[in-house]
């Protein structure tokens, strides 16, 4: 019997109400209910933003207590477990990749780490937002997008999985210490798979969040973009980023974590992969990087751990599903 660290605080048990993840969004027009599904494209869910002053809503003191947003995804990791649904299809398609402002994909061997202390990056930064009520924090990263506003994070920083989007969703890049040095960015969408929304598959933990210009200004203006890439092979190796917030760590500084990609033995239906990573709850949502930097392709995000002394973060694949999610929301 294995038990779930999600890069949080709690641990349960694999057949209890346990496994807790890190702590996810689609299509650009929304029901008359504030989600659903966009026309002609049915893999993608959203949620048009109505709230306003949600960076006001935001101060020093909230921020510092926010919840790590891992306790949200305990009810899907623990169906997905349940259902071990290892004859589950494997997503392929064709590869893709979108370039940023710099994407500079690294050659040199990555020294595997399961921690490592990291100066602030300008396009990657925490995620504040509030579901049910109560406040939470991920992580997030600016990626390249057609509307030059576009976030990438994990599906259950954006929408419970099944249930609610959040609400006063607000992206702060380069976070150090309670600082905002690029100010704080609303968003104005939500979007994530309609297997995240409806279903909570944990296949499909991702989720994009296209933000409010700041006086004036795109995102990617002011603090650059990543690139993205799709349909990759699968074991490559990767420099993941974070905030993680839950104990031993404080959420007041990025974090990173370096290795090879392995796949998720114990819950194989997922088809997630993980790098040696000691990162906790409020890391969910940061990017991993293809290569040994901040400067390569995105291809997924921080989603979950096992155990008391979870060693090895897990990602989702970034597939056609997920980038489906992604093109819809960077073309709004």
Request: aromatic share 10%; charged share 10%.
């Amino acid at each position: 019997m294995r038990t779930r660290k999600s890069l949080g605080t709690s641990l349960l048990s694999l057949s209890a109400a346990a496994l807790l993840a890190v702590v996810a969004a689609g299509s650009a027009t929304a029901s008359p209910g504030g989600a659903g599904r966009a026309e002609g494209t049915p893999d993608v869910a959203s949620h048009t933003v109505t709230e306003a002053a949600a960076a006001d809503y935001w101060t020093p003191e909230r921020m510092r207590n926010a919840i790590p947003g891992d306790v949200l995804a305990t009810k899907a990791v623990n169906r997905g477990a349940a259902k071990a649904d290892a004859g589950k299809p494997v997503e392929v398609g064709a590869p893709a990749k979108v370039e940023g402002t710099t994407p500079t994909l690294q050659s040199k061997q990555v020294q595997t780490k399961a921690n490592a202390s990291e100066n602030p990056v300008p396009h990657i930064g925490k995620v504040f937002f509030t579901l049910a009520g109560a406040n939470y924090v991920c992580s997030g990263n600016s990626v390249t997008s057609a509307n030059k506003s576009t976030v990438s994070t994990a599906g259950h920083c954006v929408n419970e999985g099944p249930g609610a989007f959040a609400t006063n969703f607000t992206f702060v890049p380069a976070y150090l210490n309670g600082s905002a040095p690029y100010g704080k960015w609303t968003a104005k969408a939500l979007y994530t798979p309609t297997q995240w929304s409806s279903g909570g598959d944990m296949t499909y933990d991702t989720g994009f969040a296209v933000m409010n210009t700041l006086n004036g200004k795109t995102l990617s203006d002011v603090v650059g973009a990543s690139g993205v890439q799709f349909n990759a092979a699968r074991g490559l190796s990767y420099k993941s980023f974070g905030y993680p917030a839950a104990a031993p760590f404080n959420g007041e500084s990025l974090k990173s974590c370096s290795g090879t990609a392995k796949n998720d033995p114990y819950n194989p239906q997922f088809n997630t992969q993980g790098i040696p990573c000691n990162m906790t709850g409020g890391s969910s949502g940061g990017p991993w990087f293809i290569g040994t930097s901040s400067s390569g392709y995105q291809n997924s995000i921080n989603s979950y751990g096992y155990g008391s002394n979870s060693t090895t973060m897990y990602g989702p694949y970034w597939g056609s599903v997920i980038q489906q999610a992604y093109s819809t929301a960077a073309a709004s």
